[in-house]
């Protein structure tokens, strides 16, 4: 018997995540490059985690014989097979990294973390973010402590199992770990909707990334901007609330602060307009801070003033903020492909996730909104919608995605007219349907919508 | 002891009675110039060793171990195999393949029948008939 490739191994780029659905435990495959998502056992991911790029057909079945998984050559040489079909396998080791001559700058410890004004955050304790996210990156002394605090109590996933790689099939202990879910849900998110570990240890046992949560940081050459990530309803309820706490402790206000493994995002610069126009980066601090307080100060239609400074782009760069909202028919086209790609990831969902998976009914809600309503008759909600586009600006969100900012605002216009059809139909039963913006966000980013707009 | 398996069967049946029989696979040594392909089932107990032998178009089973003959009665439950009665019939219809089969399904003492097969097969004017003699002669290893 033979290999379509010698020394199969799991692409770097492919990203593997422990589920149990149900009662079926699986790993599912994502090749983010191509939306695909592929479905194996546990006994499948032990033969892929010998999948090193090294072992040929007898290797691997050396491999797994040894962990007392060998179910015969045949099963491997089908499951390699299929696999390299889906085009989520290679041959040989990955090639040695190749070194730049010229190295992006990294972020200086001393570098000040500039907050976003007037804005203190207060969770509501309903765990959403934790039955949301298909990727929770555990830092290496987190996963350590969650193995710890596992090894303590019956969980529904055995230990071999609870961690798996942020990408490609290799853990390594140096690196993040992505934790396990339960029908969608982190692990350790225990019945009464509380962090575990939380509840057990305190909130500084948290894992780092939970505790830094809904901040994000990205360096704009001068200050690390804090926002927070517009991504869970308690986010936009903390936004008209009294109370709440700073995104970070008093005592985290440099670089230097935070955790080593915390890579704040970069703003490049020049910073991208359009496909033909830029800016420096200087000039984007100036019409961030501006553009967030006209979007918190909600006078005008959110999606409809985001297509207009996207539209002057190209004619007045970053020169004219305060401008009215135009008219969304432009946007047609955006909904349009997002309708289509919505509707994809849904029925991706539908197929593999638990009925009772918060990221399936997510998907669902937002392609039944835009199969059946218009969303361009829909209300707007300024001050939600203000808001969200603010947090946006002031973290210089639109900037750091790869894309031009003319677009990035055309993409977010998308999402609010989104947000509204999905205000139209009922929300499913387990979902809070006060905040559906803060859905579409997450879902783009966690169910790989994004990539919707990628040919307009 | 080893047991000549029929043609039939392949790797995808050796796994199968391996699963079946709960045989854990300890080694696979790939075949090269000077050694057959081996798959090598076994414990601390004994040794079931599958070999494709390339040089005589064959596959059998080399059993060792302290109770080899219930290995062996289960390998030949598991798989169909081919007995020396088998090997001789062929000796009409496929006569050089049989003879080396010979070396491979014969007793581990001299037999009176098989040594004059081999003898006669060895003063053979056809060459390929020497040389499968030849080859029987050193896998039955008889003083």
């Keep these: 018997m033979t290999l379509p490739i010698e020394r199969p191994r799991l692409a770097g780029h492919v990203q593997a995540r422990f589920h149990l659905t149900g009662a079926q435990e699986k790993v599912v495959l994502h090749d983010p490059r191509s939306g695909l998502v592929l479905e194996v056992t546990p006994d499948d991911w032990r033969l892929l985690e010998a999948c090193d790029g090294t072992r040929d057909l007898d290797a691997l079945c050396l491999a797994t014989a040894k962990i007392g998984r060998y179910r015969g050559e045949g099963a491997i040489e089908q499951l390699i097979g299929e696999l390299v079909e889906a085009g989520v396998l290679v041959d040989g080791l990955p090639p040695p990294p190749i070194t730049a001559p010229v190295t992006p700058p990294e972020t200086p410890a001393d570098r000040p973390l500039e907050m976003a004004p007037d804005y203190r955050f207060s969770c509501d304790g309903q765990g959403s973010c934790c039955r949301f996210y298909g990727s929770i990156p555990f830092m290496p002394v987190d996963a350590l402590s969650a193995r710890l605090h596992a090894a303590d109590r019956p969980m529904p996933i055995a230990p071999q199992n609870l961690f798996l790689p942020v990408s490609g099939a290799h853990l390594d202990p140096a690196h993040p770990a992505v934790v396990a879910q339960v029908n969608g849900r982190c692990v350790f998110l225990n019945a009464d909707e509380r962090c575990d570990i939380h509840a057990s240890s305190g909130a500084e046992a948290k894992p780092t990334v939970c505790q830094t949560y809904p901040a994000v940081f990205v360096d704009d050459g001068e200050v690390v901007r804090v926002s927070a990530t517009p991504e869970c309803a308690c986010i936009f309820d903390s936004a008209e609330s009294e109370g709440g706490e700073r995104l970070l402790p008093d005592t985290i206000r440099l670089r230097g602060d935070l955790h080593p493994l915390i890579a704040p995002g970069v703003v490049p610069d020049p910073v991208p307009l359009t496909l033909s126009r830029t800016a420096p980066r200087s000039a984007l601090r100036a019409w961030s801070r501006t553009a967030h307080d006209i979007a918190r100060a909600a006078d005008r239609d959110a999606a409809g003033w985001a297509l207009a400074l996207a539209e002057g782009m190209t004619t007045r760069g970053l020169d004219e903020i305060d401008v009215p909202s135009l008219p969304l028919d432009g946007l047609r086209p955006w909904i349009a492909a997002f309708r289509s790609r919505a509707a994809s990831v849904a029925q991706t969902q539908d197929g593999w996730r638990h009925a009772s998976d918060l990221s399936r009914q997510v998907a669902r809600w937002i392609a039944d909104a835009l199969d059946s309503q218009d969303p361009f008759t829909a209300e707007p909600r300024p001050r939600e919608e203000g808001f969200y586009l603010a947090m946006l600006m002031w973290g210089h969100r639109l900037s750091t995605g790869g894309r031009p900012l003319g677009h990035s605002l055309r993409d977010r216009a998308t999402r609010i007219l989104t947000a509204r059809a999905m205000r139209l139909v009922p929300a499913p039963e387990d979902i809070s349907s006060e905040h559906p913006l803060a859905l579409v966000e997450a879902a783009v980013r966690n169910l790989s919508i994004a990539g919707y707009a990628n040919e307009l | ?143």
Excluded: K
């Excluded at chain 2, 049946?13 to 076994?42: K, S």
């Excluded at chain 2, 064959?58 to 289960?74: K, P, S």
């Design chain 2, 1 to 143: 002891m080893r047991i000549l398996l029929a043609p039939s069967v392949d790797r995808a049946a050796i796994d199968r009675a391996g699963m079946e029989a709960g045989w854990p696979l300890v080694n696979i040594f790939a075949r090269t110039q000077t050694r057959p392909r081996q798959v090598i089932f076994g414990d601390s107990e004994w040794l079931l060793t599958f070999v494709w032998d390339h040089r005589v178009d064959a596959r059998y089973a080399v059993l060792d171990g302290h109770d080899v003959d219930t290995l062996g009665a289960q390998l030949r439950g598991a798989l169909p195999t081919l007995s020396l009665d088998d090997v001789r019939a062929m000796l009409e219809t496929d006569r050089i393949r049989a003879i080396c089969w010979l070396g491979i399904v014969g007793p581990p003492t001299p037999d009176p029948e098989i040594r004059r097969i081999l003898d006669e097969a060895l003063t053979s004017s056809d060459e390929r008939i020497r040389d499968a003699a030849a080859f029987a002669e050193e896998a039955l290893d008889w003083p």
